[in-house]
């Protein structure tokens, strides 16, 4: 069973940093392309970044853009969203999504995934 795992949520004050981490259970990660997603309370959910399964090549959203980085390690089957200078705008519960894709390319749509984890909460707040 395909089944990617969000870790990693936390609360924390604005300006400070979390590492969210997508671990892979039943496929291989080369194999996929991976998106972050997030939904805040009464919003819509929005992507926030995404990263092919070839060259590392990623999309991040205008809104993180400069203070997220997306990376993988497909030795460890796992993908890391490092989020810095965190805002409460960013509170949000976080998903990680995973889909098979040919290389190279990036998947910045909710649409085009077709599996999902559970999420993770991210609080920023003073």
């Known amino acids: 069973q395909v089944q990617p795992v969000e870790s990693g949520g936390d609360l924390v004050q604005p300006g400070g940093s979390l590492r969210l981490s997508c671990a892979t259970s039943?496929?291989?990660?080369?194999?996929?392309?991976i998106g972050w997603f997030r939904q805040a309370p009464g919003k819509e959910r929005e992507g926030v970044s995404c990263?092919?399964?070839?060259?590392?090549?990623?999309y991040y959203a205008d809104s993180v853009k400069g203070r997220f980085t997306t990376s993988r390690d497909n030795t460890e089957n796992t993908v890391y969203l490092q989020m810095n200078n965190l805002k409460p705008e960013d509170t949000a519960i976080y998903y990680c999504?995973?889909?098979?894709?040919?290389?190279?390319?990036?998947?910045?749509?909710?649409?085009?995934?077709?599996?999902w984890g559970q999420g993770t909460q991210v609080t920023v707040s003073s």
């Open positions: 039943g496929f291989i990660l080369g194999y996929y392309a």
């Open positions: 999504a995973a889909s098979p894709a040919p290389s190279t390319i990036l998947l910045v749509s909710s649409t085009q995934y077709t599996y």
């Open positions: 990263i092919n399964n070839s060259d590392g090549s990623t």
